[in-house]
C-alpha cells in the first residue's frame, strides 16, 4: 500500500469537478442528479453525459471519480438506485458509494469487478460491522462517521481488513438538533430516501428587525445580525432561546478543520482523506483542494507542514477538531 493517503474531494458540478482535479485530487466524489445521492439539490450534480466527460476529464489527469448512490431506495421502488449504479458502472467509475444494503448486493451481484466503499451513511464504525460489510460484500473501504479519536481510529486499523477513509475539513452534520426530522416533517421529503434536507422550494430569507431570518415552511430556524458569518448551510443550525439567552445551544456553526492531526492520522493506518463541501462553489474547492494536497505532499516527504489559514472558508467562520479531539465518553 503506498505510503501516501489519497485526497478525496467534492464535485458538486462539472465546474467543480475540473477545478478539483486542477487543483492535485486524487479522487473526487459526486452524484448524480435525482434522490440516489444525499445531496439532492437545484444547480447540482451530474447526468450521465456530464459524468461521462467528467470521468474522461479525471482519467486523462490521472485522477479518479467515486460516484455516490448513498441514499437509501424507497419501499418497492429500487429502479432508480439500480440505474445509478449500472451508469457508473458502464461509463467507467472507478468506485461506488453506497449505503443501503440492498444496492450494496446489487453492486456485489452484478458488476462484483467495481469498487464498493460502504457510505457514511451506513453508519458502520465497529470492527464486527465493518468485518460483516467485507465479508458478504467485499467492501473495499469503509467511510467512517466524525465521531471517532485518533486511538480508536488506530484500534479499528488494527483489526480490519479494508480501507479506511476519514473527513478532514468541512461542514460537521452531526445534526444533534434533529434538524433532518425536522425538514422530513414540514417538507414530505427526507433527507436519507429523497437526499434532500431544508429544500430550496420551502426556505425562505428575509430581513426583520435588522437581522436576516431564515424560515422553513412556516417555521423560523434562525434569526442573526447581518455582521454575523452565516453558517453553512444556514438552516443546518439554528438559535434557540434558553435561560433568557438566545444561542446556538446544541451546535454552533463551525467547520472540521484536522489538518495538524494529519501525521497521527497516517500513524493510525487512516487510507484516504476526505474534503466536504459538493455544495460549495469552485472558489472554495479549488482553494481547500490546493492547500490539501500541499499538506498532504509535505507530508509524504516528511516535510513540515506548510501553515494555511482556512478561516474565510470555514463555516461561521470557526474550526474544530470535532470528535477526534472528543472528550466525552
Not at 282 to 288: D, E, F, I, L, Q
Request: proline share 5%.
Amino acid at each position: 500500500m503506498t505510503d501516501v493517503m489519497e485526497l478525496i474531494c467534492p464535485a458538486g458540478t462539472p465546474a467543480a469537478l475540473r477545478c478539483a482535479v486542477d487543483a492535485g485530487a486524487d479522487a473526487v466524489y459526486l452524484g448524480f442528479r435525482d434522490a440516489t445521492n444525499a445531496r439532492n439539490f437545484p444547480g447540482l450534480n451530474f447526468n450521465p453525459a456530464e459524468l461521462k466527460e467528467g470521468l474522461t476529464y479525471a482519467h486523462e489527469r490521472g485522477a479518479k471519480v467515486f460516484v455516490a448512490v448513498n441514499t437509501f431506495p424507497e419501499a418497492g421502488n429500487p429502479g432508480p438506485w439500480r440505474r445509478a449504479v449500472d451508469t457508473a458502472a458502464t461509463l467507467g467509475a472507478d468506485a461506488v458509494i453506497v449505503a443501503d444494503i440492498s444496492v450494496i448486493e446489487y453492486v456485489a451481484e452484478n458488476y462484483p469487478d467495481l469498487r464498493r466503499h460502504l457510505s457514511v451513511q451506513a453508519s458502520a464504525s465497529t470492527v464486527e460491522a465493518i468485518q460483516f460489510y467485507h465479508r458478504e460484500f467485499r467492501i473495499k473501504r469503509v467511510i467512517l462517521p466524525r465521531v471517532l479519536t485518533i486511538a480508536e481510529l488506530a484500534a479499528l486499523n488494527d483489526r480490519v481488513e479494508v480501507e479506511t477513509e476519514v473527513f478532514i475539513f468541512g461542514a460537521m452534520g452531526v445534526m444533534a438538533e434533529g434538524r433532518c426530522s425536522m425538514s422530513s416533517y414540514v417538507t414530505g421529503l427526507s433527507p436519507n430516501l429523497c437526499g434532500v434536507c431544508s429544500p430550496a422550494s420551502h426556505v425562505q430569507f428575509e430581513e426583520y428587525g435588522g437581522k436576516l431570518v431564515a424560515r422553513l415552511g412556516r417555521f423560523t430556524i434562525n434569526a442573526q445580525p447581518r455582521s454575523e458569518a452565516a453558517g453553512y448551510p444556514t438552516l443546518c443550525r439554528g438559535r434557540f432561546r434558553a435561560n433568557g439567552r438566545e444561542s446556538y445551544l446544541f451546535e454552533e456553526p463551525t467547520s472540521l478543520n484536522a489538518v495538524e492531526l494529519l501525521p497521527a492520522l497516517k500513524k493510525a493506518g487512516v487510507r484516504a482523506l476526505k474534503i466536504e463541501g459538493r455544495q460549495r462553489g469552485r472558489a472554495y474547492v479549488s482553494a481547500v483542494v490546493g492547500a490539501f494536497r500541499r499538506i498532504v505532499d509535505a507530508l509524504a516527504r516528511n516535510e513540515p507542514i506548510p501553515a494555511v489559514d482556512f478561516t474565510g472558508l470555514a463555516e461561521g467562520h470557526h474550526q474544530t477538531l470535532g470528535g477526534y479531539h472528543k472528550t466525552w465518553h
